[in-house]
């Protein structure tokens, strides 16, 4: 089997890089939890911060996303939570 190198920056062409599939798992967690949306726990601009992600955020945004999502689930569950990735 052919394995196409990664550049400098870390991509490969044909190939799903690691900030692209954190970036998908993230998408996929604010799936699963978009109930929050509804929740009546996050303010207008929490909504329209949870609406930024997507697979093809930035990888700012994602590390932003992921501390976001702890501070949701927090308000949601009343106690601290842990996210696997």
């Not at 929740?39 to 930035?58: C, F, P, Q, R, W």
């Amino acid at each position: 089997m052919h394995h196409t190198p990664a550049n400098r920056t870390g991509r490969t062409s044909g190939w799903i890089t690691i900030p692209m599939k954190i970036c998908q798992l993230m998408t996929n967690l604010y799936n699963r939890y978009d109930f929050l949306l509804e929740s009546g726990l996050l303010n207008e601009n929490e909504k329209g911060l949870y609406h930024e992600v997507n697979a093809e955020m930035e990888d700012y945004l994602a590390s932003e996303a992921l501390a976001n999502l702890s501070d949701y689930l927090m308000r949601y569950y009343g106690k601290k939570v842990i996210i696997l990735l």
